[in-house]
């Protein structure tokens, strides 16, 4: 189990490492191929600037009109600062240095002033320079935010594929030991909450990589036959992801919030109901109790009764049928008690060792030709959890299982 639980880390960490490896691919080509296009649309307004019959200014103002990206033209004619005669995003805010004139005359190049612009130059001569500019601020600052999504997801990813595969693990476990039945449903409970939180976290970073994968099928639009392959067995993995999150996190939901009828109803007279049936059902066992009358509550009234179903029932499976019985139902405030316990064998040892504590692990070496599964308890504690209310359990003066629940009314 242990060589299988270290190839299952193995493999998702490979698919972590996959994951960062071609999202920050992806990325990456996204922000060359925007800046490409910003360069050949600087490039392409140069060559026609020069090869205007008219003043280089105002051709650019004439060329640079309908660019499908706002360029900002600046022109400087003395040493100041530059007049900015069309303005966009970009903010031209000094004058080129001989050296950024020199390349930006030949090619695009980044020049960091008021913004981070793309830019391309001419030197008009007697230290006059005609500017055009891109802001590139948006576009860095999406790749990094692209970037950091990615290793993100990539680090969910890595716990989720750990969470999934030591609860598959754990199934098998199951499967082959009914002994370990407790153990498994409490790391469901446990899987459950985790997959409610990954799963909200995990839907920002794939719907990220999602768009860019569809963003890719655009630009590429059959042009290269195997790269676009590739594209859609990405764009199909992703996809089955994002089904997979919604699946597991409706599941963690249901599982958090359950749907409960509420409505007025004497428990008195329901716990009274359940007293005489266990005494009809064991006529030699002693029962003590102790019900307040007239007690209404509003809560299920079928819930409740699981509740007083499984105390009884778990007396007639656990315990000799000659083991006394003690229990109350009484009202403090606005709170409902219920006491019980039994002189039976009681809790294995270790399952309470400071006395009442929060329920933790019943009797693993029970099987179901004993007296099932265990499930018993555990859905009460989860009855008790739904009603906001607390179970303790511990040893009884009598020798065997106490039982203490307390819920609001």
């Known amino acids: 189990m242990k060589g299988r639980n270290l190839y299952w880390s193995a493999l998702a960490l490979l698919v972590s490492l996959l994951t960062i490896f071609i999202g920050v691919a992806l990325i990456q080509s996204n922000y060359v191929a925007?800046?490409?296009?910003?360069?050949?649309?600087?490039?392409?307004?140069?060559?026609?600037?020069?090869?205007?019959?008219?003043?280089?200014?105002?051709?650019?103002?004439?060329?640079?009109?309908?660019?499908?990206?706002?360029?900002?033209?600046?022109f400087a004619a003395d040493p100041g600062q530059p007049v900015q005669i069309r303005d966009s995003g970009a903010r031209i805010s000094r004058r080129?240095?001989?050296?950024?004139?020199?390349?930006?005359?030949?090619?695009?190049?980044?020049?960091?002033?008021?913004?981070?612009?793309?830019?391309?130059?001419?030197?008009?001569?007697?230290?006059?320079?005609?500017?055009?500019?891109?802001?590139?601020?948006?576009?860095?600052?999406?790749?990094?935010?692209?970037?950091?999504?990615?290793?993100?997801?990539?680090?969910?990813l890595f716990f989720f594929s750990q969470t999934i595969s030591r609860f598959s693990s754990s199934r098998r476990d199951l499967r082959l030991a009914q002994q370990n039945l407790e153990i498994e449903q409490e790391r469901q409970r446990r899987t459950q909450e985790f997959l409610g939180d990954a799963s909200h976290e995990l839907r920002t970073p794939l719907t990220v990589i999602k768009g860019y994968t569809e963003l890719l099928r655009m630009r590429d639009q059959g042009a290269n036959p195997e790269v676009g392959k590739q594209i859609d067995r990405m764009h199909a993995e992703i996809v089955r992801m994002e089904e997979l999150i919604n699946d597991l996190l409706l599941l963690a939901e249901l599982g958090e919030h359950p749907a409960l009828e509420l409505a007025p109803f004497n428990v008195s007279l329901q716990a009274l109901g359940f007293i005489e049936d266990a005494q009809l059902l064991?006529?030699?066992?002693?029962?003590?109790?102790?019900?307040?009358?007239?007690?209404?509550?509003?809560?299920?009234?079928?819930?409740?009764?699981?509740?007083?179903?499984?105390?009884f029932s778990n007396a007639r499976r656990h315990t000799p049928e000659n083991a006394q019985i003690r229990f109350a139902l009484v009202r403090e405030g606005s709170k409902l008690h219920i006491d019980y316990d039994d002189a039976g064998l009681g809790f294995p040892e270790g399952f309470a060792t400071h006395g009442v504590r929060h329920f933790a692990r019943f009797d693993k070496s029970r099987s179901r030709a004993t007296g099932?599964?265990?499930?018993?308890?555990?859905?009460?504690?989860?009855?008790?959890?739904?009603?906001?209310?607390?179970?303790?359990?511990?040893?009884?003066?009598?020798?065997?299982?106490?039982?203490?629940?307390?819920?609001?009314?």
Not at 149 to 155: G, K
Not at 288 to 301: H, K, R
Not at 378 to 394: C, D, H, Q, R, W
């Open 282 to 311: 064991q006529p030699g066992r002693e029962i003590n109790f102790s019900v307040e009358p007239g007690i209404v509550v509003n809560a299920s009234e079928k819930l409740m009764a699981q509740i007083f179903s499984n105390i």
């Open 34 to 74: 925007e800046i490409r296009s910003i360069d050949k649309l600087l490039t392409q307004d140069i060559h026609d600037i020069k090869r205007s019959i008219s003043g280089y200014p105002s051709a650019a103002l004439l060329l640079t009109q309908d660019s499908p990206i706002p360029i900002t033209v600046g």
């Open 96 to 156: 080129l240095t001989t050296s950024e004139l020199a390349k930006a005359g030949g090619t695009p190049i980044t020049v960091q002033m008021a913004t981070r612009n793309r830019v391309r130059a001419i030197d008009m001569g007697d230290d006059q320079q005609l500017i055009l500019a891109i802001d590139v601020d948006n576009l860095a600052r999406n790749r990094v935010n692209g970037l950091r999504l990615t290793f993100v997801f990539a680090l969910l």
């Open 372 to 409: 099932g599964s265990g499930l018993g308890l555990s859905l009460v504690e989860a009855i008790v959890k739904a009603f906001n209310g607390k179970i303790l359990f511990g040893k009884s003066d009598l020798g065997g299982v106490q039982m203490r629940i307390e819920l609001p009314i």
